[in-house]
């Protein structure tokens, strides 16, 4: 099995130069004359196909067999005593949203059994969130399609019970994942935008709206501790849990538990679990 | 050069070339934003489809600023979007020669941060003519495609000038 310590570098071994990344048929080109756009998109392009080969949302799995992928035995005790809680994990695809799309699970998973919490979160995307948008400034025009996929979720969730999260017309799709993680993000965005006051000191001198552009509407951008924090706020209905485990010499894991400034209308789905190792976010799972 | 991802393209990744990169959205996504060019119609930028057929090849102009060097010119550019936009951004160029500090002579190729590291689907066709209409007043001169025009934005407006209407070609039709 692979070194989850690279993680993101790592390549399935498929025997063929399928997965390898080859240039557009006009290869002639020298490399001084590639311009950056060029080099950035075909970056990009690299990054997307290694990505693809991975599911975007893993089976649920008991942390156990995360552990047996550890020789390190400073990721590999971590791993085991955090398993001995009876957790499990679903493995996330590492393609930049990783955070992103386990807070978006995470969230389904929280609510998916009960019907009444579902058109909740619905009515509430339609009438609070949709109004911080506004409030921020974005125009309907760029995020009407992504609240639409969230949307889309939820009623098939609705519809269909808890089991929709488990199908693949869920676990696959693309399509409405990838629109909701751009819903979240842009909500998230429309947070600190609204917000400047509690998050403009931790930005080192960059202005909030190119922090907001790089790092959370950008698609594919990983997010970071502050990115986070801003979701739960943003959110208003979950808190999060982060574990972190590293190369360190600890015997457990550090927590970090990220609470939103405050509940809208009380409403409180409950804790989001993450798992995170350097560089990649995984979801936590009660058994 | 293509900037369309083509299926063939695709095909590394059987489960992207089964469903297509985002689906139908990129469709819907760039009618709204036709309709919202059209109602508002803001001046000095146009933008329309160059076909009934392909709604992801776009052409399109830019009108100067006022007191720019670039008042009451008119330039051509073309607008070429991947299959996945928004999610990834428009290829953008000059068709008619711009003389910019950020923007390629030869190419037309631009440097503007919103259709690189910053672009997100906040941003649509109007915006981005927006911005790229103040980049012709505000050029960013630290990171120049054309040196010698940022040099002189600095050092020589008369020359600057002259040397834009050297390159200017009047749209005719």
């Known amino acids: 099995m692979h070194s989850p310590a690279n993680y993101h570098d790592y390549t399935e071994p498929t025997g063929t130069t399928d997965g390898v990344m080859t240039p557009p048929q006009d290869d002639s080109e020298d490399l001084q004359q590639i311009d950056d756009m060029t080099v950035y998109k075909l970056t990009r392009e690299l990054q997307d196909n290694e990505a693809n080969k991975r599911s975007l ?14 020789v ?53 995307l339609q009438n609070y969130h949709t109004m911080i948008l506004d409030e921020a400034g974005f125009e309907k025009i760029a995020y009407e399609d992504f609240i639409d996929s969230f949307y889309e979720i939820l009623d098939s969730l609705i519809a269909q019970g808890p089991q929709y999260i488990e199908s693949n017309s869920f676990l696959e799709n693309t399509e409405l994942q990838n629109g909701s993680i751009v819903c979240l993000r842009f909500i998230t965005s429309a947070y600190i935008k609204t917000h400047s006051d509690s998050y403009e000191p931790f ?37 999060l849990h982060i574990s972190y485990i590293d190369g360190s010499n600890t015997e457990s894991e550090t927590i970090h538990i990220l609470n939103p400034d405050y509940y809208v209308d009380q409403t409180d789905f409950g804790s989001i679990k993450l798992l995170y190792r350097p560089g990649h976010y995984d979801l936590l799972l009660d058994p | 050069m293509e900037t369309v991802r083509s299926p063939s393209k695709l095909s590394n990744s059987h489960l992207e070339a089964q469903k297509g990169p985002e689906g ?14 059209m109602m508002s119609s ?10 009934d057929s392909n709604i992801l090849e776009w052409n399109g102009t830019i009108t100067g600023p006022e007191d720019t060097h670039y008042e009451n010119l008119t330039f051509r550019i073309s607008l070429s979007f991947p299959g996945n936009y928004p999610y990834a951004a428009p290829t ?15 190419s037309g190729q631009i440097c503007l941060d919103i259709l690189k590291e910053k672009w997100s689907a906040v941003y649509n066709v109007q915006t981005i003519l927006l911005s790229l209409q ?30 834009v209407m050297e390159h200017y070609q009047e749209i005719t039709d």
Not at chain 1, 106 to 117: F, P, V
Not at chain 2, 92 to 106: G, Q, Y
């Open chain 2, 42 to 51: 803001p001046p000095g930028i146009s933008a329309f489809p160059t076909s």
């Open chain 2, 92 to 106: 953008i160029k000059f068709v008619s020669p711009m003389w910019h500090p950020n923007v390629d002579l030869a």
């Open chain 2, 24 to 37: 139908h959205m990129v469709t819907k996504r760039l009618q709204s934003e036709l309709m919202q060019l």
């Open chain 1, 57 to 70: 949302i893993g089976s649920k799995l008991p942390l156990s067999v995360l552990a047996n992928e550890y």
């Open chain 1, 72 to 124: 390190d035995p400073s990721f590999k005790n971590k791993i085991e005593s955090m398993a001995s809680n009876g957790l499990y994990y679903r493995p996330i695809r590492g393609d930049g949203n990783c955070a992103w799309r386990a807070v978006l699970y995470g969230l389904l998973d929280l609510i998916g059994s009960n019907k009444e919490q579902c058109q909740l979160m619905k009515s509430l």
């Open chain 2, 134 to 163: 103040s980049l012709l007043g505000e050029p960013n001169n630290k990171s120049p495609l054309n040196p010698y025009a940022a040099n002189l934005w600095d050092t020589n407006p008369k020359t600057y000038k002259q040397k």
């Open chain 1, 203 to 239: 930005l080192e001198g960059e202005s909030i709206d190119s922090y907001c552009a790089r790092n959370i509407e950008a698609f594919s951008v990983e997010a970071d501790h502050l990115s986070l924090a801003a979701l739960v706020s943003a959110l208003a209905v979950v808190s």
